[in-house]
């Protein structure tokens, strides 16, 4: 598939940004999702992940409890809600697939099939 991540911005520490992504193609359905962000100097790390009927999800344990992830399968979209941001949350973002109708858990960057672009988001102390 192909994917298009938007909604990245610059916001104020504890405030709230909602990530798209956006795939084009026939299989949606058959991919898990998921979000990974990379920040200058480091590698790219993930973040959260859903599975192909959103009834698995998983965090990191650096994001449980602020961001969530969710999924329309109708409208080939995954979101990513990002609420109490911290300035440690500044990166690019970028969504990727996986062809799998497994469970979720953490997933290593090295076996998404496709990535998005990047969008940056930009948490100010």
């Known amino acids: 598939v192909q994917l298009q991540a938007s909604g990245g911005g610059l916001v104020q520490a504890g405030g709230s940004l909602k990530l798209s992504c956006a795939a084009s193609?026939?299989?949606?359905?058959?991919?898990?999702m998921a979000w990974f962000r990379q920040a200058p100097g480091k590698e790219r790390a993930f973040v959260s992940a859903?599975?192909?009927?959103?009834?698995?999800?998983s965090y990191a344990d650096s994001v449980k409890g602020r961001f969530t992830i969710s999924r329309d399968n109708d409208k080939k979209t995954v979101a990513l809600q990002m609420n109490s941001l911290k300035p440690e949350d500044t990166a690019t973002y970028y969504c990727?697939?996986?062809?799998?109708?497994?469970?979720?858990?953490?997933?290593?960057?090295?076996?998404?099939?496709?990535w998005g672009q990047g969008t940056q988001v930009t948490v100010s102390s």
């Open positions: 990727a697939a996986v062809r799998t109708r497994a469970n979720v858990g953490i997933i290593p960057r090295n076996i998404m099939d496709d």
């Open positions: 193609g026939r299989s949606f359905i058959s991919y898990a």
């Open positions: 859903i599975s192909w009927g959103g009834g698995s999800t």
